[in-house]
Nanobody, 119 residues
Framework: QVQLVESGGGLVQAGGSLRLSCAAS????????MGWYRQSPGKQRELVAL???????NYADSVEGRFTISRDNAKNMVYLQMSSLKPEDTAVYYC?????????????WGQGTQVTVSS
């Protein structure tokens, strides 16, 4: 089992910045993908950014150039630096860890942290 705990959400004005953190603990495979997803009321959960244990990163078009995902493998932490925030970034942000323990794949989720961007 893997546990994920997010922190760092809050209320910020448009144009401001926030940094989200996610601490992973438990049975974490050396090779994994960690990422951030978000969900706003009435919408489906969507991918924000992913990073692999090898260090590659991918972003949703809507956040490219404004958000930066990073990770510390030694500490099993993943971060999301959010800048130039817009009201449409308002959502609950969820940390995700995806790993394969042969022959199965596993998805783990945090409890979510609220980000609210005021105009």
């Amino acid at each position: 089992q893997v546990q994920l705990v997010e922190s760092g959400g809050g209320l910020v004005q448009a144009g401001g910045s926030l940094r989200l953190s996610c601490a992973a603990s438990g049975s974490i495979a050396r090779v994994n993908t960690m990422g951030w997803y978000r969900q706003s009321p009435g919408k489906q959960r969507e991918l924000v950014a992913l990073t692999t244990s090898g260090g590659s990163a991918n972003y949703a078009d809507s956040v490219e150039g404004r958000f930066t995902i990073s990770r510390d493998n030694a500490k099993n932490m993943v971060y999301l630096q959010m800048s130039s925030l817009k009201p449409e970034d308002t959502a609950v942000y969820y940390c995700n860890l995806r790993q394969t323990v042969w022959p199965r794949g596993y998805d783990y989720w945090g409890q979510g942290t609220q980000v609210t961007v005021s105009s």
